[in-house]
């Protein structure tokens, strides 16, 4: 997950950060909430799901797929082959065969330069065509697509996006997903569910909406929890190492927070599926979805900040990023945004401790300022997100750092009656109106800036997101407890390209020439047996495993880049303020 192709179901992907356990990631499709009302009554299709053992096993290991549909023309069923940098899908996808009102309908396999597998239809088809196909889930223990299917003992399941070979069709669809009872041994247990509902579900809208949501089977731990009208559903697959029902307590109470935030009254309820995933170890990262997130944890996370961070920024994307976006890129909303309100959403809601929240705002800070490219346009991040870890993480740190500077903005050109939550909430409108799918046009947000602030709004708009320059948060940005305060930041260098290096044969490659790496001892070429970057923090110690005369060696250092430090600021509590009066303004 550390690099993504373009998926065209992809509009926002997870960078390395996901290695260094922060990740953020949205998988296409608006929610239905959002879609506006089109004119053609949508289309009955049905999507049925079988889980399926191989030979003498119980546990399943396979989905087998049915898709039904009507569909005109030659019809091209279509699954990327990579998603979110994980290869390999198609050579999951077996035993393709497709039947339509006129009998069998022969289907041309290829693998297309995209990577993306298409099944062709070979002639013209009439009426509704069912398509079915086996997909291979990959062990838990195996190496395999994060949130792909993946099976252990307690199920198999995962994102749409990864397995699901869909048409290109534009309308909408009233899609029945049902579980058929599993091809497997009498006697192996189970239930399917999925993003939609349990064993049979309904949803309508367009055909994306099928990839961006998740399935599984299995018999997880299930944990649901209300706040109010807001709902959760929790399953989780493997051995969390946590108390579930808590954890999904805690999900309710977030959710709450974030939907009145964004004065959402949308009664369905929200699921959450976790995995659990042993090469993640004390780790976790998600994607987040309209109705559903995903979430792959290790078996030693407990349910700290960390991961309550992870679960609230996941959920968020359900306005920003789904609800609210923009058209082509703009990571320093979907992301900047959306890592900014988990921080507030959680200290308004008493979900996270002063310290907690300090501890996160100072992690953005320093992420900001010790990237080599703190300062990159807009324009040279929708370039490079997919090409440069360190770029594609700008939005996320930048874009956090501006919405503080806004909503103190906001607040002080409104003497105290507005703030940032208001006028977010009049962009979600408005983009509930807008018609079409591909969000609001980019101009929108700046035409919110200009009715809050006026043209000098416009102008630091256009000064920190386009052109790169500091946001500058008023001091008490966060609240009366909280300050901050000048500080210089090394330029964080790990000092070897680590991307390089971590391609089979892992090896140290691409090591610069005088940095903290080579005065440490790291050496071109050392065999590479593990990595724990510190990404984007200089502050803390980078640790490399290397093999030297056939022993693991661990070279620590601080991926510091020598030279001078770059001005920067951090937070510090403010001396004599009780913890009860740090909640931010809201
Ligand atoms: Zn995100």
């Given amino acids: 997950m550390l690099r993504s192709g373009v998926a065209p179901f992809v509009r926002w992907s997870a960078p390395p950060a996901v290695a260094a356990g922060i990740l953020v990631a949205v998988l296409g499709a608006r929610s ?16 049925e799901l079988t889980a399926a053992c191989e030979a003498g096993s119980t546990e399943p290991s396979a989905l087998d797929i049915a898709l039904s549909l009507p569909l005109r023309g030659r019809p091209v069923f279509r699954l990327d082959d990579e998603v979110f940098g994980s290869r390999g899908m198609a050579a999951l996808v077996s035993s393709a065969t497709a039947v339509d009102a006129r009998g069998p309908l022969a289907l041309t396999r290829r693998l297309t330069a995209g ?4 099944l062709a239809a070979a002639r013209e088809v009439t009426g509704t065509v069912t398509l079915r196909y086996r997909a291979r889930s990959v062990p838990v223990a195996d190496d395999g697509a994060r949130f792909g299917l993946r099976h252990d003992a307690t199920g198999i399941g995962g994102v749409g996006g990864y397995f699901l070979a869909l048409p290109e069709s534009p309308g909408d669809y009233r899609v029945r997903v049902t579980w058929a ?19 049979t579900a309904e949803t309508t809208g367009g055909l994306d909406e099928l990839r961006a949501a998740a399935y599984f089977f299995g018999h997880p731990r299930v944990a649901a929890a209300d706040d109010g009208d807001a709902r959760v559903r929790t399953a989780w697959f493997g051995e969390p190492a946590l108390d579930t029902a808590a954890a999904a307590r805690w999900a309710a109470r977030v959710f709450a927070a974030e939907r009145a935030v964004f004065a959402d009254d949308d009664p369905g309820a929200y699921s959450v599926f976790v995995r659990v995933l042993p090469e993640l170890g004390a780790r976790s990262n998600g994607v987040g979805q309209p109705r559903s997130l995903v979430l792959a944890i290790g078996p030693a996370i407990g349910f700290g900040p960390r991961l309550r961070t992870n679960l609230a920024h996941e959920m968020l994307h359900r306005w920003l990023g789904h609800t609210l976006r923009l058209a082509g890129s703009s990571f320093w909303l979907t992301e900047g945004f959306t890592v900014h309100y988990a921080a507030v959403v959680m200290q308004r809601a008493g ?6 929240l300090l501890a996160e705002l100072n992690v953005t800070a320093t992420r900001q300022f010790a990237n080599e490219y703190a300062g990159a346009s807009n324009d040279e991040i929708r370039r490079g997100f997919f090409a440069s870890d360190a770029l594609s993480l700008v939005p996320y740190t930048r874009g956090a750092l501006y919405a503080a500077e806004l909503d103190g903005a906001i607040r002080r050109a409104s003497h105290g009656l ?10 979600v409108r408005e983009a509930r109106a807008a018609p079409g799918r591909d969000g609001l046009p980019p101009e929108a947000f700046r035409r919110m800036v200009v009715r809050e602030l006026g043209a000098a709004g416009a102008r630091r708009f256009d000064a920190v997101i386009e052109r790169g ?29 680590d991307r390089r290096s971590l391609v089979a044969p892992r090896a140290i490659r691409g090591l610069v020439a005088g940095s903290a790496a080579a005065r440490a001892g790291l050496v071109e070429g ?13 502050d803390h110690e980078a640790a490399v495993t290397v093999e030297r005369a ?11 880049r020598p030279g001078p430090r770059r001005d920067g600021f951090e937070w510090v509590r403010v001396a004599g303020v009780p913890d009860a009066r740090c909640v931010p303004p809201g």
């Fill in 32 to 47: 239905s909430a959002a879609a506006p009302p089109r004119a053609a009554p949508p289309v009955d299709a049905t999507l």
């Fill in 115 to 118: 990577p993306t597998l298409e």
């Fill in 181 to 199: 009872p599993p091809a497997c041994p009498a006697g192996t247990g189970g239930e399917g569910a999925s993003t939609f509902g349990g064993a």
């Fill in 351 to 356: 979900l996270s401790t002063p310290d907690e």
């Fill in 418 to 427: 507005r703030s940032l939550d208001d006028a977010l909430r009049a962009l």
């Fill in 469 to 497: 320059a500091r946001p500058e948060p008023p001091d008490d940005a966060f609240g009366p407890c909280f300050t901050r305060r000048p500080r210089t930041v090394a330029v964080y260098q790990l000092g070897f390209d």
């Fill in 526 to 538: 050392d065999r590479l047996l593990a990595l724990e970057p510190s990404f984007l923090d200089p």
């Fill in 550 to 560: 056939g022993q693991p060696v661990v070279v620590r250092y601080l991926p510091a």
